[in-house]
């Protein structure tokens, strides 16, 4: 009687705490945890979850015959009520997504073409035998791609009110376009030549004598890889010449994603499309340049292009 006035509490309260207390110690009166417990209420067994996402990890919807091209909160939803008839509402499977670690991600694309076996041979075989035998000789190895820059591209995001979709300017008319070849190298340096016209093997050649000419200059012999473009008779008579200098190695085919300086031509693009859009092409030009020489400058920023999971491999 002498706890209930100070405490606030009633007669049954305390009357019920001292019986617990007198037989379990302090332990027995401590608070549980209130609310449902985890788990509760769910609609799907923990057995069905985990086929869930393995369905999501190892399969696209369109090998399940649907028409979704991405794993969507609606695509898992659908494959939750064909497998198990179970209809879910799109928020509770965004929840269910939520608590299994998912999350909305930028898809990287692959095409159809692309042989599994080939990539694998690349990673484990062909590409460390190219890396061995750059090591032995004193040479590099670059990667080389092609890219297309136009002033009419605007990237990024802009803030506006709820509601209110942001509006970005740009040349409506003349369309103005540039060409760029460039090779990067897991110790960071880039090589690149913009060219305003056709890319033809001419301005290839171009490009890969400045390439050869610079790497003998340090005495370095160049292995470049790339995809499998300009491969006709001019161009391999060329190389066959400077065999001594550069040696080129193709990478399996439609697996662009699997070279580092793919990272080099979105950053340039990226930086040049959040800018304000150049008319003209002399200005457009100016600012690739601007952007190229920051970054050959910056040889901790090309390295960072290799820390991609995808391209990794070549660090």
């Known amino acids: 009687m002498e706890i209930l006035a100070p405490a606030g509490l009633s007669y049954p ?14 332990s027995a009166i401590e608070p549980a945890p209130r609310g449902r417990s985890a788990g509760d209420g769910r609609l799907l067994s923990s057995e069905q979850e985990a086929s869930v996402r393995r369905t999501i990890c190892d399969k696209r919807p369109e090998q399940l015959k649907m028409e979704f091209a991405l794993w969507t909160r609606g695509a898992v939803m659908q494959v939750i009520e064909r497998e198990f008839g179970i209809r879910l509402s799109i928020r509770t499977t965004g929840e269910y997504l939520r608590r299994w670690g998912f999350r ?34 004193g040479g590099e190895v670059h990667w080389g791609d092609e890219t297309a820059l136009v002033n009419t591209d605007v990237r990024g995001r802009s803030y506006a009110p709820r509601g209110k979709t942001p509006v970005t300017f740009g040349p409506g008319g003349t369309r103005e376009k540039l060409l760029m070849i460039s090779t990067v190298t897991n110790q960071g340096r880039a090589n690149w030549m913009i060219i305003d ?17 610079d790497c003998r200059r340090r005495r370095k012999k160049v292995f470049l890889v790339r995809d499998r473009v300009h491969r006709c008779k001019p161009v391999k008579a060329w190389l066959a010449e400077h065999r001594r200098d550069i040696e080129v190695f193709f990478l399996p085919s439609y697996s662009t994603e699997l070279d580092p300086d793919e990272r080099l031509n979105a950053d340039l693009k990226h930086a ?22 920051f970054i050959a400058a910056n040889r901790d920023r090309v390295c960072s292009y290799f820390q991609d999971p995808i391209v990794k491999y070549a660090a």
Do not use: C
């Open 104 to 137: 909305p991600q930028k898809p990287i694309k692959r095409a159809y073409e692309q042989r599994p076996e080939a990539v694998k041979q690349w990673l484990d075989q062909v590409y460390p035998a190219i890396e061995r035998r750059a090591k032995a000789e």
């Open 13 to 26: 309260t305390v009357r019920k705490a001292i019986d617990l207390f007198a037989q379990g110690g302090w």
């Open 197 to 213: 016209g056709a890319f033809n093997h001419e301005r290839l050649i171009e490009f890969l004598d400045a390439l050869r000419r």
């Open 272 to 293: 040049i499309g959040s800018k304000v859009p150049v008319r003209t092409k002399a200005k457009l030009r100016a600012a690739a340049d601007e952007h190229m020489q």
